[in-house]
């Protein structure tokens, strides 16, 4: 349930254990690594019964490789989908929704964590997708693992981005940096959260100083469906 009134998490010095508490108090965080720690148990059961292999390197190198555009499609084409009519039916999506709140105001929290029909239909989605191509059903559990451990993630990053805790490492820094330039610079490039490999595929991470800051930073260009 969202709760009814903003959500914050800007003191000063905020640490990283305060920041994992706040995340772990949403519900997806929480289905996420149940839903990751049930993948490693049943991979290790069949492991246990001789299901494994060099086969199991596979999913790792082809996720990892896929995951990039991934973030960056969803992204964009769903993420950033504009409302629009069919057949005289207004076609949108709730993740859409969801995130145009999420630009208009970056700080609340109630808007960052992906809502959790999001992340059930990427995680039914992948399933479908692995099960036709993976030789065993242990290479299926990999692939499942590999992904889940992806979007779990993705989602911790992006949530510890829109909270007050400053950057340490040299690579979360370059997350930050980038991701704050896609709130608060313009919303139509630095589609990546934890990947811009996508983005500098598909030409979307461009220099920031070549880069008009733009006016629907906040809005998507979409006042009216706020």
């Known amino acids: 349930m969202i709760p009814p009134?903003?959500?914050?998490?800007?003191?000063?010095?905020?640490?990283l254990g305060k920041a994992f508490s706040l995340w772990i108090e949403e519900l997806p965080p929480r289905v996420m690594l149940v839903h990751l720690a049930a993948w490693i148990g049943l991979?290790?059961?069949?492991?246990?019964?001789?299901?494994?292999?060099w086969w199991d390197l596979a999913p790792l190198?082809?996720?990892?490789?896929?995951?990039?555009?991934?973030?960056w499609v969803i992204h964009v084409f769903v993420l950033h989908h504009r409302p629009r009519k069919v057949l005289g039916f207004k076609w949108d999506y709730h993740s859409a929704r969801y995130h145009r709140l999420h630009h208009r105001d970056p700080w609340d929290l109630r808007w960052v964590v992906a809502p959790l029909s999001l992340v059930a239909s990427g995680s039914i989605a992948g399933m479908i997708i692995y099960w036709p191509l993976?030789?065993?059903?242990?290479v299926w559990a990999s692939a499942m693992i590999v992904t889940a451990a992806l979007t779990t993630i993705y989602e911790w990053v992006h949530f510890l981005i829109h909270t007050s805790y400053r950057p340490?490492?040299?690579i979360y820094k370059r997350?930050?940096?980038?991701?704050?330039?896609?709130?608060?610079?313009n919303e139509r490039y630095?589609?990546?959260v934890?990947?811009?490999?996508?983005?500098?595929?598909?030409?979307?991470?461009?220099?920031?100083?070549?880069?008009?800051?733009?006016?629907?930073?906040?809005?998507?260009?979409?006042?009216?469906?706020?």
């Open 190 to 192: 630095w589609m990546g």
């Open 134 to 138: 993976a030789p065993s059903l242990g």
């Open 5 to 15: 009134k903003p959500r914050y998490a800007r003191e000063p010095d905020l640490s």
């Open 61 to 71: 190198a082809a996720v990892v490789l896929i995951h990039p555009f991934v973030e």
């Open 194 to 226: 934890t990947r811009h490999f996508g983005d500098w595929v598909l030409g979307t991470l461009p220099d920031p100083s070549e880069v008009e800051s733009s006016k629907t930073a906040r809005t998507l260009g979409l006042d009216d469906e706020l």
């Open 43 to 53: 991979r290790i059961y069949l492991a246990a019964q001789g299901d494994w292999g």
């Open 175 to 185: 997350w930050w940096r980038l991701h704050r330039l896609h709130h608060y610079k």
């Open 168 to 170: 340490k490492g040299r």
